[in-house]
């Protein structure tokens, strides 16, 4: 029978996509306002072939069903900059792309040369009327309240526009920071608690990932090692059979 394999396979290729999924975390380790991946895995059971039944004839099969974002909160970092913010709890800015609106905890923003607030990729931020928020050249000063109020010296300016979601597992990443709305999930506006002059660094623990990927190397190989001494188990009894004139 091949249930053996099989199943291990199934356990292998489980392995293969966390190892994926641990390297990208790392790679991101210092990635501002990134949030770690986790698999999700289920049992799949499947009835087997054969007409024995002293024993459960059920086999167990390891589903990668698929990957969980951590969406924690990650440890806030000062910078000084009076353009850097970080969001307390699950609220994101509301940021204007080429693709439509996209979402971000990444609070690394600008002014580009029309005097406009951006993302670091220089995509507009958007205001609570869903409009870009600019600043004249003639204002030196650069302020915002924690309930997102953006101010020069010259009094408010506009306030930031924030929103949080029903089910964060919903969102998904594109690129740059951002993530999108799928699958009817709403949006929902708030007051944020932001903090000027920090950043959000990535929720993501280096030395667990690192432990992580050499636990999850070692049962790869262990798994490999199974496979080869079911392979050789077989060839032997093939040969036996074999010698004893099948």
């Known amino acids: 029978m091949e249930n053996t394999l099989y199943i291990a396979l199934s356990r292998q290729t489980g392995l293969w996509n966390q190892l994926d999924m641990v390297a990208n975390n790392l790679a991101n380790v210092n990635t501002t ?25 059920r086999l167990a099969f390891v ?68 409009q870009p928020i600019f600043i004249s050249p003639e204002e030196k000063k650069f302020y915002v309240n924690r309930d ?20 964060q597992q919903k969102l998904r990443t594109t690129h740059s920071g951002l993530y999108r709305n799928v699958e009817n999930n709403p949006a929902t506006a708030v007051r944020p608690n932001l903090e000027q002059g920090m950043i959000e660094k990535s929720n993501v623990n280096a030395v667990v990932e690192m432990t992580n990927m050499i636990k999850l190397q070692r049962a790869y190989e262990n798994i490999q090692m199974m496979i080869d001494t079911e392979h050789s188990r077989r060839q032997n009894a093939l040969q036996v059979y074999a010698r004893n004139g099948g």
Do not use: W
């Open 148 to 167: 997102g109020t953006v101010l020069t010296e010259n009094g408010p300016v506009a306030t930031l526009q924030t929103v949080e979601f029903a089910d």
């Open 63 to 130: 589903h990668d069903f698929g990957i969980v974002r951590d969406f924690r909160e990650g440890a806030f970092s000062a910078t000084g900059n009076p353009f850097d913010l970080a969001i307390h709890g699950p609220s994101y800015l509301v940021v204007e792309t080429p693709e439509g609106i996209r979402y971000t905890r990444n609070g690394q923003l600008k002014l580009n040369d029309e005097g406009m607030l951006v993302t670091a990729s220089n995509y507009p931020v958007l205001d609570d009327r869903n």
């Open 33 to 57: 306002g990134y949030k770690g991946l986790q698999p999700h895995f289920t049992e799949y059971l499947s009835k087997s072939k054969t007409n024995e039944h002293l024993i459960d004839d």
